[in-house]
């Protein structure tokens, strides 16, 4: 995965746990990825780092995380094969918290 920033140009992240992502999102500061099972998210004060422990799936209904998106509030949208789940950034140790009420089957 490649990311490119004005003051260090082109650059590659090579953290082994990025794995091949599927989409990425740059949301609150922090880069957003999904695999197509797991959804990932960079540290805060380094975009090229992911932590094994910082990571979380879709849940609703254990389908793919095909996508993600993003909404005018900076939530997280998860599109799967047959949900729609929505995350927000709460500011704690674990960064998305789900938002219930916003939760969709296709």
């Keep these: 995965m490649y990311y490119y920033n004005i003051s260090d140009g082109l650059r590659q992240i090579t953290d082994s ?6 989409d990425v999102k740059w949301i609150d500061g922090y880069f ?14 380094n975009e090229e780092v992911f932590l094994p422990l910082d990571f979380g799936t879709a849940q609703f209904i254990p389908d793919s995380s095909n996508g993600l998106g993003k909404t005018e509030d900076n939530e997280i949208i998860v599109f799967g094969d047959f949900s729609i789940e929505y995350f927000i950034n709460v500011g704690l140790l674990h960064l998305r918290t789900r938002l219930h009420k916003c939760i969709k089957g296709i």
Excluded: A
């Design 17 to 22: 746990n990025v794995g091949d992502p599927l």
């Design 32 to 45: 957003f990825i999904t695999d197509g099972e797991n959804i990932y998210h960079s540290s805060i004060d």
